[in-house]
């Protein structure tokens, strides 16, 4: 074998890698991606504390459409009051589908 015959091959793995890994990574945001969208969206009405979330997506039904979803939570301290929130967010949008306190 060649030396460029090695190249071109590991070339055209690379590529085909690359290729493979754009088309599945975009199926899901990640958890710490969604975290963040939901403090940001948020954080303009409820000054937030502390935050979690679960790191893998799970099913979840809401007016019979199917979602796979993160679900977590936030904390938040007003007037010394401190309150704990639930959420539940779309895991392929980051769209905030629940916010329960």
Known sequence: MKVRDILIGAGV?????YALKECTAGSHISPEKA???VKEN????????????????ENYMKDNLDYKVYR???SS???GET???DFIVDAKTGTILELTS
């Open 13 to 17: 793995g690379l590529a085909a890698g």
């Open 35 to 37: 975290l963040k969208t």
């Open 42 to 57: 948020i954080q303009d009405h409820i000054p937030v504390n502390g935050s979690w979330i679960h790191m893998t997506a």
């Open 72 to 74: 977590g939570g936030i």
């Open 77 to 79: 301290t007003k007037e």
């Open 83 to 85: 309150k704990q929130m």
